[in-house]
T-cell receptor
Framework: QKEVEQDPGPLSVPEGAIVSLNCTYS??????FMWYRQYSRKGPELLMYTYSSGNKEDGRFTAQVDKSSKYISLFIRDSQPSDSATYLC????????????FGQGTELSVKP | EAGVTQSPTHLIKTRGQQATLRCSPISGHTSVYWYQQALGLGLQFLLWYDEGEERNRGNFPPRFSGRQFPNYSSELNVNALELEDSALYLCASSFTPGTSGYEQYFGPGTRLTVT
């Protein structure tokens, strides 16, 4: 079993839809949770960073962490064609030696 | 503010050769990380350097090595290249973990092709 599980998709939605992306994890020591966006053949771009449980909002993006369920989510409101990319969840903790553990990534396509 | 930069953008090598990849971190960041993103395998942690020292390495053979220079830039060396080393190599930088969070910022990557 992988430490971090993420549905690879692909996920296709119409423009303006609310998108929900999710990851589950098994290591209860994870404290830091991130979402990255990666366009084709580019480096990942940090979208959201959350410490421990709770919600964080930034514009059209909302990140949620539920440590009791070992489940994290990223919501994208009013999705745009420019949001079409692969979304990667990543997480770490004090005992990970600087290492981020990534999900496989979900490929998102927003159709005009 | 300039982001993480990597060079070269693309690198084509023959099996058995050596490859050298370079990374410059965001100004003020002292930690540099290297990851491999191979097709179908996701992002795999390779190495972490902080203040010039190797702090951690992932589950990769010793022919993957590197160093960090006094200006915090870093170099990844891959010796005795194998076909399966073909991948996108990503460099990330951050402040020293624990001092200002764990956010890592990635560069554009170097695409290594081994033929």
């Amino acid at each position: 079993q992988k430490e971090v599980e993420q549905d690879p998709g692909p996920l296709s939605v119409p423009e303006g839809a609310i998108v929900s992306l999710n990851c589950t994890y098994s290591n209860s020591a994870f404290q830091y949770f991130m979402w990255y966006r990666q366009y084709s053949r580019k480096g990942p771009e940090l979208l959201m960073y959350t410490y421990s449980s709770g919600n964080k909002e930034d514009g059209r993006f909302t990140a949620q962490v539920d440590k009791s369920s070992k489940y994290i989510s990223l919501f994208i409101r009013d999705s745009q064609p420019s949001d079409s990319a692969t979304y990667l969840c990543a997480m770490s903790g004090y005992n990970q030696g600087g290492k981020l553990i990534f999900g496989q990534g979900t490929e998102l396509s927003v159709k005009p | 503010e300039a982001g993480v930069t990597q060079s070269p953008t693309h690198l084509i090598k023959t099996r058995g050769q050596q490859a050298t990849l370079r990374c410059s971190p965001i100004s003020g960041h002292t930690s540099v990380y290297w990851y491999q993103q191979a097709l179908g395998l996701g992002l795999q942690f390779l190495l972490w350097y902080d203040e010039g020292e190797e702090r951690n390495r992932g589950n990769f053979p010793p022919r993957f090595s590197g160093r960090q220079f006094p200006n915090y830039s870093s170099e990844l060396n891959v010796n005795a290249l194998e076909l399966e080393d073909s991948a996108l190599y990503l460099c990330a930088s951050s402040f020293t973990p624990g001092t200002s969070g764990y956010e890592q910022y990635f560069g554009p990557g170097t695409r290594l092709t081994v033929t």
